[in-house]
């Protein structure tokens, strides 16, 4: 590929994503195969002159700007605390040789468990809880791991395992997938010194968000299914249910990014929604897996797929009222504010993303999809709501 080509590609993916639309969606629009618009978003293909003038009016985007040869710069979204990065690469040893004892430790886990899952500002709060605890639970295991106490190393292990669950979740957040990736093996060993069978599945579930994240659907649902089949011969309770159904998410998950639309309907239709309900409403290892969070993955595969009409017919339908992750209930009204960009409904948009702005303005800062819809709405926003999203582009840092 041509630099030209590359750059010409970026800027026509860049359009798209701050327009809020798919590449299934543009590419139906302007007469083209999903795969061609692909190969020319990563600099595969250079398109006609026709096509560049239907891809510059679908992603509201000047023909000139896109061939444009200068390299595309994004915007710096906030990164991992620093703090945060230097206790995972070389924890501390706190002054004293005695460690907190097993329940005082996972007291501490559960603590910034419920911060994570509930708190507007998460993100800060983690900043700050998470280098000392880090250490702390290090500390632990350095101290019970030649100890002859076989269930307070089980108990610390146990801990470390969700604690390196929840600091998975922080630093892919915050655009650290190499952290990401090694909190998780960290979290699966820790599960595996526990000798806990939920656990283990656990940190695979974990592993598998991370390679979706770092763009390895195919990965990600290897990993799932191995956990599954690993479940599968443990005696069936309603955690081992739920804790497959949230594993099945993941895979449904993977076949959407993979767009296998009819692959991951069938799946959420069918096993993942039997299992959600046996088990009804849940937060089992703090994956909230249940009807409600199945119901967000379908909605998911259609305004993937470019079916807005059906995405916000299936959001109709949903109440998030009663979960117990503000992060879920936060990608539920993302998903809806970018079924409307799709549908070029900005106000809409803008009422949308205030919404999630009360909810929780710390993740808004750090999801690049709601910085795109803000970055989009300050290019075409009418005089009549211009001052409500300049308001909201500097509240977060988007300019």
Known sequence: MSPRELAIGSRIKRARKRSGRTQAAVAGLCGITEAYLSQIERGLKLPSIDVLVFLAREVDEPLASLLDDAPVVEAPAPQTAPAVAAALVAPSCPAGDQSPSPQALRERVENIWRVWQTSPTRFSEAAELLPD?????????????????????????????????????????TGRIDLSLMVADRARRAAEDAEDHLRIAAAQWNLGHVLLGDGQPEGAEAVAREAIEQLSTHPTTSETVAMTGALELVTATSAIRRKAW????????????????????????????????????????????????????LADQVNIAHLPSRERRFTFRLEVARCYAQ????????????????????????????????????????????KQVVGLADRMGVS
């Open 133 to 173: 605890l880090i250490a702390e639970v290090e500390q632990a295991l350095r101290f019970y791991r030649g100890s002859t106490e076989a269930e307070k190393r089980r108990q610390i292990a146990t801990s470390a395992a969700d604690l390196y669950g929840m600091v998975r979740s922080y630093c892919r957040r």
């Open 262 to 313: 009819w692959t991951a309907r069938e799946l959420l239709d069918g096993s993942a929604a039997r299992h959600a309900q046996q088990v009804g409403e849940g937060n089992v290892m703090w994956t909230v897996f249940g009807l409600t969070n199945v119901a967000l993955h379908q909605l998911s595969v259609e305004m993937e797929a470019g079916q807005t009409s059906d995405a916000l017919r």
């Open 343 to 386: 549908r070029r409904e900005d106000a809409a948009v803008l009422v949308h993303l205030l919404d999630l702005e009360e909810l929780a303005p710390e993740d808004v800062m750090h999801s690049g999809d709601a910085r795109e819809l803000i970055s989009t709405l300050l290019r075409r926003v009418r005089p009549t709501y211009r």
